[in-house]
Structures are given as C-alpha cells and as structure tokens.
T-cell receptor, first 111, second 115 residues
Framework: QQPVQSPQAVILREGEDAVINCSSSKALYSVHWYRQKHGEAPVFLMILLKGGEQKGHEKISASFNEKKQQSSLYLTASQLSYSGTYFCGTELYNQGGKLIFGQGTELSVKP | DAGVIQSPRHEVTEMGQEVTLRCKPISGHDYLFWYRQTMMRGLELLIYFNNNVPIDDSGMPEDRFSAKMPNASFSTLKIQPSEPRDSAVYFC?????????????FGPGTRLTVL
C-alpha cells in the first residue's frame, strides 16, 4: 500500500526546475506533501483532496490525478533552501485520515 | 505557541530496558500521531488519537509497544522490553480539525538507540 515516489534522488542547480511524482496502487482520497531537512522534523507543504481542493503554501505547486492515482509536486526556480527529502503521504478511502508515506525523494540544490 | 514538544531528544538504552517517550501537542489540537522513521521502513504511523481516544493502532508493531494519552496535553509511547530493532527516530505530530484535511505539525523527534 506504500506509495511509490520517483525519482529517488535528484540534483539541481539553483534556478532549475524539478518534478517529484507519487503513485499509488489504490484509489486515493487525498495526497499530502512534506519536506524534511536532514536531522529535522517533516514540515507540511500541501494537501490535495479528491475533487480538486488544495491547501498549502502559495509558492508550492502540485497536482492530483484521481483517475491515475498519482500526484506530482512541482518545484520551479529552485533555491538552496529547497534541498531536503520530500515525502508524499497518501490517504486511502475509509482509512479515517490515516496517511501512508512514500520512501521519499532526496533533492539537492547546488549553487 | 512552542510547537509540538518531545522528550527526551536522544535516548540510548540497553536491550531489555523499558523506554518511555513523551509528547506535548500544540494546544487546541484534536489529533495526536506517533510515527517511527527508519532508513529501511521510512516514516510509519504507529497510532493516532482523537480527543485523547486511540483511533487506529494498527501500526503498533507488537505488544511491546503501548501508547497512552491521559489528557489533551500529554501522550506517552512506551516500549517494554526494548530491542535493537526498535532503534529509530520517533516523531509525535498533532493537528487540528478533520483528520487528513489539515496539516500535521511534527515535533523534533526522539532518536532512540537500543544497544
């Protein structure tokens, strides 16, 4: 049931763009995105709900394709501060809001 | 608000010993979650509470693990007896509103090492 994230790791130069994908084998009710810097706690980025509602930080962009059971996180004009591990958390139907997190995508932004 | 508070931040113990991890959620939050993070298994939900009542404990590994929330401002996760495979970072998180519809605020975590 764990969602699959791709790529596992990506290295960018400042200003470059990246897309991180999250796929599930089961129908999703919502997808949550978090970023974790080394040695720190995960920090909320965005929630994407069935039906198109989104909650999150204005500078973050993401999509949720319910039919394909996929979500993508778009990082544009990357900054050094974007470095970290990105996790998607998926909520299945009838799971009472319980999240199952993917293995993470490690993003490194270089000067 | 100080955010979610966890203690201790680091714990080193020997196999067979009892370990108690503590969490103080953000005031006013209805939900409290306990997660475990390891390289092998990633970030796993162990248990979560709503208004101090355990809702889903299906992620609790085995009977050696137990969690309580005696009041709205305090929760514990206990491991007895501890084993080396329990070594991990344990996060507590809290959220307000409908579970799954609002962000979770994570505490700094407790890094547990069982020798």
């Amino acid at each position: 049931q764990q969602p699959v994230q791709s790529p596992q790791a990506v290295i960018l130069r400042e200003g470059e763009d990246a897309v991180i994908n999250c796929s599930s084998s089961k129908a999703l009710y919502s997808v949550h995105w978090y970023r974790q810097k080394h040695g720190e706690a995960p920090v909320f980025l965005m929630i994407l709900l069935k039906g198109g509602e989104q909650k999150g930080h204005e500078k973050i962009s993401a999509s949720f394709n319910e039919k394909k059971q996929q979500s993508s996180l778009y990082l544009t004009a990357s900054q050094l501060s974007y470095s970290g591990t990105y996790f998607c958390g998926t909520e299945l139907y009838n799971q009472g809001g319980k999240l199952i997190f993917g293995q993470g995508t490690e993003l490194s932004v270089k000067p | 608000d100080a955010g979610v508070i966890q203690s201790p931040r680091h714990e080193v113990t020997e196999m067979g010993q009892e370990v108690t991890l503590r969490c103080k959620p953000i005031s006013g939050h209805d939900y409290l979650f306990w997660y475990r993070q390891t390289m092998m298994r990633g970030l796993e939900l162990l248990i979560y509470f709503n208004n101090n009542v355990p809702i889903d404990d299906s992620g609790m590994p085995e009977d050696r693990f137990s969690a309580k929330m005696p009041n709205a401002s305090f929760s514990t996760l206990k491991i007895q007896p501890s084993e080396p495979r329990d070594s991990a970072v344990y996060f507590c998180a809290s959220s307000y509103g409908v579970v799954g519809r609002d962000e979770q605020f994570f505490g700094p975590g407790t890094r547990l090492t069982v020798l």
